[in-house]
C-alpha cells in the first residue's frame, strides 16, 4: 500500500500525463491540494518534490 504522499504523487502524475493538467498551467495551489486530498501542507509538500523530480527537464 502507497503512503498518502505517494498516492496524491501518482494521481497528479497521471494527470499530468494524461493531459489533464497541462504542462504549460501551474499545479493548483498548496491550499487547494489541501482541500482537493485532504491532506497536511507536509504531505502535499513531499507529493510535489517527488512530482519535482520526475519532471525536471
Not at 493538467?21 to 491532506?39: A, C, D, K, R, V
Request: glycine share 0%.
Amino acid at each position: 500500500m502507497l503512503s498518502k504522499y505517494q498516492q496524491i504523487y501518482e494521481d497528479l502524475k497521471q494527470k499530468i500525463e494524461k493531459n489533464e493538467i497541462q504542462s504549460n498551467t501551474f499545479l493548483p495551489s498548496e491550499n487547494e491540494l489541501m482541500n482537493i486530498y485532504q491532506s497536511s501542507r507536509d504531505t502535499i509538500r513531499k507529493s510535489l518534490s517527488l512530482l519535482q523530480l520526475t519532471f525536471r527537464n
